[in-house]
Nanobody, 122 residues
Framework: VQLQASGGGLVQAGGSLRLSCAAS????????MAWFRQAPGKEREFVVA???????YYASPVKGRFTISRDNLKNTVYLQMNSLKPEDTAIYYC?????????????????WGQGTLVTVSS
Protein backbone atom coordinates (compact mmCIF):
# COMPACT_ATOMS: atom_id res chain seq x y z
CA VAL A 1 0.00 0.00 0.00
CA GLN A 2 1.29 3.43 -0.95
CA LEU A 3 -0.14 6.52 0.70
CA GLN A 4 -0.15 10.05 -0.66
CA ALA A 5 -1.16 12.85 1.69
CA SER A 6 -2.21 16.27 0.45
CA GLY A 7 -4.14 19.37 1.45
CA GLY A 8 -1.77 21.06 3.87
CA GLY A 9 -1.08 24.76 3.78
CA LEU A 10 -1.02 28.03 5.68
CA VAL A 11 -4.17 29.10 7.49
CA GLN A 12 -5.03 31.64 10.15
CA ALA A 13 -6.09 30.59 13.61
CA GLY A 14 -9.76 29.70 13.62
CA GLY A 15 -9.67 28.61 10.01
CA SER A 16 -10.19 25.22 8.40
CA LEU A 17 -8.32 22.78 6.19
CA ARG A 18 -9.15 19.39 4.76
CA LEU A 19 -6.40 16.84 4.34
CA SER A 20 -6.66 13.88 2.02
CA CYS A 21 -4.76 10.62 1.92
CA ALA A 22 -5.08 8.56 -1.22
CA ALA A 23 -4.10 4.91 -1.06
CA SER A 24 -3.00 2.67 -3.86
CA UNK A 25 -3.20 -1.08 -3.75
CA UNK A 26 -5.91 -3.51 -2.92
CA UNK A 27 -8.14 -4.04 0.05
CA UNK A 28 -8.20 -0.45 1.26
CA UNK A 29 -11.42 -1.16 3.12
CA UNK A 30 -9.61 -3.69 5.32
CA UNK A 31 -7.19 -1.12 6.70
CA UNK A 32 -7.46 1.03 9.75
CA MET A 33 -6.37 4.49 8.64
CA ALA A 34 -4.91 7.11 10.94
CA TRP A 35 -3.43 10.57 11.01
CA PHE A 36 -0.41 11.43 13.09
CA ARG A 37 1.42 14.73 13.34
CA GLN A 38 4.88 15.89 14.24
CA ALA A 39 5.71 19.41 15.29
CA PRO A 40 9.27 20.75 15.15
CA GLY A 41 11.34 19.34 17.99
CA LYS A 42 8.56 17.03 19.15
CA GLU A 43 7.76 13.37 18.80
CA ARG A 44 5.18 12.11 16.37
CA GLU A 45 1.79 12.04 18.02
CA PHE A 46 -1.49 10.35 17.30
CA VAL A 47 -4.31 12.53 16.02
CA VAL A 48 -7.17 10.29 14.94
CA ALA A 49 -7.95 6.87 13.49
CA UNK A 50 -10.83 5.26 11.66
CA UNK A 51 -11.02 1.50 11.67
CA UNK A 52 -11.94 -0.79 8.80
CA UNK A 53 -15.51 -0.97 10.22
CA UNK A 54 -15.88 2.78 10.73
CA UNK A 55 -15.11 3.26 14.41
CA UNK A 56 -13.27 6.48 15.15
CA TYR A 57 -10.80 7.44 17.85
CA TYR A 58 -9.65 11.00 18.49
CA ALA A 59 -6.83 12.41 20.54
CA SER A 60 -8.10 14.77 23.22
CA PRO A 61 -6.53 17.95 21.78
CA VAL A 62 -8.49 17.62 18.52
CA LYS A 63 -11.76 16.16 19.73
CA GLY A 64 -14.67 18.27 18.62
CA ARG A 65 -12.59 20.17 16.06
CA PHE A 66 -11.30 17.48 13.70
CA THR A 67 -13.32 14.86 11.82
CA ILE A 68 -11.97 11.81 10.06
CA SER A 69 -13.85 10.06 7.29
CA ARG A 70 -13.14 7.53 4.58
CA ASP A 71 -14.40 6.76 1.10
CA ASN A 72 -13.62 3.14 0.32
CA LEU A 73 -14.68 3.53 -3.31
CA LYS A 74 -12.06 6.23 -3.78
CA ASN A 75 -9.47 4.59 -1.52
CA THR A 76 -9.17 7.86 0.33
CA VAL A 77 -9.30 9.03 3.93
CA TYR A 78 -10.00 12.63 4.85
CA LEU A 79 -9.26 14.81 7.83
CA GLN A 80 -11.46 17.87 8.20
CA MET A 81 -9.80 20.31 10.57
CA ASN A 82 -11.84 23.20 11.95
CA SER A 83 -11.11 25.87 14.54
CA LEU A 84 -7.42 25.45 13.93
CA LYS A 85 -4.97 26.67 16.54
CA PRO A 86 -1.29 27.60 16.26
CA GLU A 87 -0.47 24.48 18.28
CA ASP A 88 -1.90 22.37 15.45
CA THR A 89 1.07 23.40 13.33
CA ALA A 90 2.89 20.24 12.29
CA ILE A 91 3.60 17.85 9.49
CA TYR A 92 0.60 15.55 9.20
CA TYR A 93 1.14 11.94 8.20
CA CYS A 94 -1.40 9.36 7.20
CA UNK A 95 -0.80 5.75 8.12
CA UNK A 96 -2.38 2.37 7.46
CA UNK A 97 -2.70 -0.74 9.57
CA UNK A 98 -4.19 -3.90 8.09
CA UNK A 99 -7.11 -4.82 10.25
CA UNK A 100 -6.17 -2.80 13.27
CA UNK A 101 -8.26 -1.36 16.07
CA UNK A 102 -7.51 2.33 16.03
CA UNK A 103 -4.34 2.18 18.04
CA UNK A 104 -2.42 5.32 18.85
CA UNK A 105 1.08 3.81 18.66
CA UNK A 106 2.96 4.68 15.45
CA UNK A 107 4.88 1.40 15.57
CA UNK A 108 1.67 -0.56 14.94
CA UNK A 109 1.13 1.04 11.54
CA UNK A 110 2.64 -0.68 8.55
CA UNK A 111 2.47 2.00 5.89
CA TRP A 112 3.07 5.74 5.94
CA GLY A 113 2.53 8.63 3.60
CA GLN A 114 5.10 11.33 3.02
CA GLY A 115 3.43 13.99 5.16
CA THR A 116 1.84 17.32 4.44
CA LEU A 117 2.68 20.52 6.28
CA VAL A 118 -0.01 22.43 8.13
CA THR A 119 0.90 25.87 9.44
CA VAL A 120 -1.54 27.83 11.58
CA SER A 121 -0.69 31.48 12.13
CA SER A 122 -1.86 33.43 15.16
Amino acid sequence: VQLQASGGGLVQAGGSLRLSCAASGRSFSRYTMAWFRQAPGKEREFVVAITWNGSTYYASPVKGRFTISRDNLKNTVYLQMNSLKPEDTAIYYCAADLGGSGDSYPSLYDYWGQGTLVTVSS
